[in-house]
């Protein structure tokens, strides 16, 4: 017997759409490897409508008042509190993530997120107005950069669509999302949730492909492409960008870099790292997958970090029991698959390495060891639950192996020495610096990279101010 599949539309203009042309694409639940729906595959037709609808709604949102655009995003955030579970049940049938931690770990942040940025929608900055020149007052206006083209990925598809929207539509911008072609559902249904609550056009989503999100990105009518996902997707987005001059936002790869000193309490270390490492599945650009130990522990915390891999498991939905489920693809599968069966002869699997079952896309929590700074799997992001231990002598030498790396998007220090804490803190060349912790986040803290984890920053006050332009109003006082 055949399943009839659940058909997902865009949201264009306040109403659902098939893609113009009729094109689908399936989607697969990655838990059981089966589709379960379909998505329409946007063309360039249905790129033009959601263009048109954002562009033609924006003049009245830019101009609708800080206060009035607060209230739709606090509305937006009870809307999403009321149908939680919802929201839940397609975050898990997009990824197969356990339902108890996307309900603990991801529909609270995603609230306190929204509301944030509906709070920092009343607050526009900028300096004081004055008489900079004899004569003359100055003003800065700080205003909305206009249509936003945002592309989100999958590994956690209704917290970065937040990510996206919130701050934008605060600032007055209008929006085209895309969700990742491999987690759609999520972003449709909160296509129906928001639709309810804004005016039409303001926000609209195109599902597809890598080439309905070039698309959006080359189109003339958006003023900024902001992206999440991987640095090749990312450098052909401010390729496109740059041929009309469009503001790029780019939240782009990592390999994070944990820093673990001698002094530390090897048990609870190994604890919070092995969940700030497999959390997700490892999928989080972010997480803590490229341990640094210094050489007098390293044999006793890779015993113990190996005991921790083999102690967490992986399984379906609705499994409670579990850290994490699968990764979100076959091809994701086959990458990580990949980087075990290259792995140098030195290397030393210490736990994990192989698929779990016959059915999914589950892989093992893992741990390498006995690794180089050179080696593959430590220059290059893996996004899978792979831990990999490096050993280091002293501080210089831990330093010159955790700035090693194209990535600087986030690093721990782990160590009872505050000194050290600091003087880590500020060599270590990442976006964001935990110590005695990892992956922890808040609404009111920027997150953000360098090289080429990209630029731009998501979440607090920074993120906002990234989707507003400055304008400067001089006038003069003679008449």
Partial sequence: MTTELRRLRNYIN???????????????????????????LSGPADVDAAMEAAAAAFPAWRDATPAERQKVLLKIADAFEE??????????????????????????????????????ARMLEGRAAGEYMDGFTSIVRREPVGVCAQVAPWNYPMMMAVWKFAPALAAGNTVVLKPSDTTPASTVLIAEIIGAIVPKGVFNVLCGDRESGRAMVEHPTPAMASITGSVRAGTQVAESAAKDVKR???????KAPVVVFEDVDIT????????????????????????????????????????????????GPDDEDVLYGPLNNAAQLQQVSG?????PAHAKVQAGGHQVGDKGYFYAPTVVSGLKQD?????????????????????AQALAYANGVEFALASSVWTKDHARAMRMSKALDFGCVWINTHITLV??????????????KDLSSYGFDDYTRIKHVMTSLDG
């Fill in 14 to 40: 306040g109403e659902f759409r098939d893609a113009a042309d009729g094109r689908t694409i399936d989607v697969v639940n990655p838990a059981t490897g089966e589709a379960y729906a379909t998505s329409p």
């Fill in 83 to 120: 149908r939680a579970e919802e929201l839940i049940a397609a975050e898990c049938e997009n990824t197969g993530k356990p339902v108890g931690l996307t309900r603990t770990e991801e529909i609270s942040p995603m609230l306190d997120q929204i509301r944030f940025f509906a709070g920092a």
């Fill in 248 to 254: 790029v936002h780019l939240e782009l790869g990592g």
């Fill in 268 to 315: 609870k270390a190994v604890e919070d790292i092995a969940v700030a490492g497999y959390f997700n599945a490892g999928q989080d650009c972010t997480a803590a997958t490229r341990v640094l130990v210094h050489e007098s522990i390293h044999d006793e915390f890779v015993t113990a970090l190996a005991q921790a891999a083999k102690d967490t498991r992986t399984g």
């Fill in 339 to 343: 980087f075990i069966e290259r792995l």
């Fill in 375 to 395: 080696d593959e799997i430590i220059q290059n992001e893996v996004f899978g639950p792979v831990i990999t231990v490096q050993s280091f002598t002293d501080e």
């Fill in 443 to 456: 609404a009111e803290m920027p997150h953000g990279g360098f090289k080429k984890s990209g630029y731009g």
